[in-house]
T-cell receptor, first 112, second 113 residues
Framework: DAKTTQPPSMDCAEGRAANLPCNHS???????VYWYRQIHSQGPQYIIHGLKNNETNEMASLIITEDRKSSTLILPHATLRDTAVYYC?????????????FGTGTRLKVLA | SAVISQKPSRDICQRGTSLTIQCQVDSQVTMMFWYRQQPGQSLTLIATANQGSEATYESGFVIDKFPISRPNLTFSTLTVSNMSPEDSSIYLC??????????FGQGTRLTVV
């Protein structure tokens, strides 16, 4: 079962920051949080990941709470092309490898 | 990142037949993963394929229905056997870079009629 819960949908005005929340209250100490997005049934696209510290790359920022039970993905200046389903995933270690178990995701609509 | 090619990109198949989906990666990877995405739904992990050993299936998926081959470190196939309309989905291949992130192919859109 997925270890994350997300709101089913959100709207954001173009040019504004999009803040997408995720709860992962059962996360274990060595499990990473990953964010992916899926645009119109294409393959999921990697955005960012983190363990404890906040992370930033050219696409987004990831803010993880100190207790690691929740996180927020921030798209600093949303564009229409950021309209997609965003998945927050906890990567689970199992039998010498990892599994990415997808939850239901948040459908973000960026409005002109 | 990794370049992942899936074939076919889409297909329409008759019920009762089987379809084999191919996944080719541009570099050697230890683990490959197969997912199913039913219409309007999230991704569900079918199985994990390690080179040289039997695939490990998730609850609700069985080898007879979804046989997987992993002949080398850059290639895998997933067969959807004895198809029914309920098998109509997008099937996605994924590879994991342990120190980085998982990357996904563009998927195979299967319609069973």
């Amino acid at each position: 079962d997925a270890k994350t819960t997300q709101p089913p949908s959100m709207d954001c005005a173009e040019g504004r920051a999009a803040n997408l929340p995720c709860n992962h209250s059962t996360i274990s100490g060595n499990e990473y949080v990953y964010w992916y997005r899926q645009i119109h049934s294409q393959g999921p696209q990697y955005i960012i990941h983190g363990l404890k510290n906040n992370e930033t790359n050219e696409m987004a920022s990831l803010i993880i709470t100190e207790d690691r039970k929740s996180s927020t993905l921030i798209l600093p200046h949303a564009t229409l092309r950021d309209t997609a389903v965003y998945y927050c995933i906890v990567r689970v270690a199992t039998s010498g490898t990892y599994k990415y178990i997808f939850g239901t995701g948040t459908r973000l609509k960026v409005l002109a | 990142s990794a370049v992942i090619s899936q074939k076919p990109s889409r297909d329409i198949c008759q019920r009762g037949t089987s379809l084999t989906i191919q996944c080719q990666v541009d570099s050697q990877v230890t683990m490959m993963f197969w997912y199913r995405q039913q219409p309007g739904q999230s991704l569900t992990l079918i199985a994990t394929a390690n080179q040289g050993s039997e695939a490990t299936y998730e609850s609700g998926f069985v080898i007879d229905k979804f046989p997987i081959s992993r002949p080398n470190l850059t290639f895998s196939t997933l067969t959807v056997s004895n198809m029914s309309p309920e098998d109509s989905s997008i099937y996605l291949c994924s590879v994991d870079r342990v120190e980085a992130a998982a990357f996904f192919g563009q998927g195979t859109r299967l319609t069973v009629v």
